[in-house]
Structures are given as structure tokens and as C-alpha cells.
């Protein structure tokens, strides 16, 4: 939707934050989001980057354990909800 409709997508961002209480304009929302690289995979190297992240977050007693990513990174959850867009 980022690419196919971005004033509509602006529209949900813009109303998400007037929501939580914070009045942004449209145009900075906008250029925000054409800011934004979206894509509809996980891109290599996102499992070792999140790991890496989860062990600083463990060694600060930020987090107990490592999450599971098997169950977090779901490509199949990914994949049903491209087959699902509009």
C-alpha cells in the first residue's frame, strides 16, 4: 500500500498518531514515509541483527532469554497476508 496508494497510507499513519495524542501535518507524515523502505520479505541478515540486538538486551538484564524467532519471524504469516492485501 506504501507504493500502490501512499495518501491513503499517509492517511492511516496521520490518523495512528492524532490518535496517541499528537497533532502532525500531512506533509511531514508524507515525506516520513517516502523516507521508508518497505518490502513485503525479511531481508538477509535481519535473524543475526536481531539476535545480535536480543544479547545486548540479555547481557543488560534488559530481557531474560533470547526470543524465538521460529515463531516471531513467520514467513508463512508474511506470505498469507500478501496473498490477503488490497
Do not use: C, H
Not at 541478515?45 to 516471531?72: C, F, H, Q, V
Amino acid at each position: 500500500m506504501f507504493k500502490s496508494d501512499p495518501q491513503k497510507s499517509a492517511q492511516i499513519v496521520q490518523n495512528f498518531f492524532k490518535n496517541q495524542g499528537f497533532e502532525v501535518i500531512g506533509a511531514v507524515v508524507k515525506r516520513m514515509l517516502s523516507k521508508l523502505d518497505v518490502e513485503t520479505a525479511f531481508k538477509p541478515g535481519l535473524r543475526a541483527y536481531l539476535e545480535d540486538e536480543a544479547n545486548t538486551l540479555i547481557k543488560n538484564k534488559a530481557i531474560a532469554s533470547m526470543p524465538d524467532w521460529s515463531k516471531i519471524l513467520d514467513a508463512e504469516l508474511l506470505q498469507e497476508a500478501m496473498k490477503n492485501k488490497t
